[in-house]
């Protein structure tokens, strides 16, 4: 923990906050895949059976791949966070609590959407999930952004428009938790997500340039 000249204003290394983060997000990735259903005796008895279960499962495939690649992105953006920041103050640190807090629920959110994908509940589960994961993940580098010491080679503008990116990926699954409740194969436009940070995000990050906040 490092003090400034006064005694106060903490701030953090972030090498411990990155490492813990690590092991959550490896610890959910992991448990991605033990939801998914395992074919029983009666489902192995020959190659027609076992493709019948595994046809009738391929919702929790779809579930598992998409949700592998929401924590990996956000597990790379992160360990990126974690060479971006020399020091992290105290706000900055606490708001990974709900960003962790997210990730842990999101293998739950992904079992019960992969076993019943057409269920509007169900799609609007995994989508708030997503949508508060994502958004937790972009305060918590708008936080770095204004409040923490920043690496030689980073600008706060860069964090801040990094942050947007991901405010976009929330934003689109917040718009699909409510269209679920019209059609729940509105879980296809997720796909779409990363084109929604890179094009939602220099939206985000223009509309912030127009209208600067006091």
């Known amino acids: 923990m490092h003090l400034d000249a ?12 990155g490492a813990f983060a690590d092991a959550v997000l490896a610890i959910a990735i992991t448990l991605l895949v033990v939801e998914i259903k395992r074919p029983q005796d009666e489902d192995l008895v020959d190659a027609g059976t076992l493709a019948a279960f595994l046809w009738h499962e391929r919702a929790s495939f779809v579930a598992f791949v998409l949700a592998f690649f929401l924590l990996w992105a956000v597990w790379r953006r992160h360990h ?3 060479f971006e920041v020399t020091l992290l103050d105290r706000r900055t640190l606490a708001w ?3 960003l962790l807090l997210f990730v ?13 994908a057409g269920n509007r509940l169900a799609v609007c589960l995994f989508a708030v999930t997503s949508a508060l994961l994502f958004a937790s993940e972009g305060v918590v580098r708008e936080l770095a952004a204004r409040r923490s010491t920043l690496a030689e080679h980073i600008t706060a503008a860069q964090l801040r428009t990094s942050a947007d990116a991901s405010y976009a990926v929330a934003a689109v699954f917040s718009a699909t938790a409510a269209v679920a409740w019209l059609t729940p194969y509105v879980w296809y436009a997720w796909f779409l997500a990363p084109l929604s940070a890179t094009f939602g995000g220099r939206l985000i990050d223009r509309a912030r340039r127009a209208f600067p906040a006091n």
Do not use: D, E, K, M
Not at 6 to 17: F, K, L, Y
Not at 104 to 116: D, K, M, N, R
């Open 104 to 116: 842990a629920i999101l293998p739950y959110s992904t079992a019960v959407f992969g076993h019943a």
């Open 80 to 82: 990126t966070l974690i």
């Open 96 to 98: 990974h609590a709900p």
């Open 6 to 17: 006064t005694g106060q204003n903490a701030r953090w290394s972030p090498q411990r906050i």
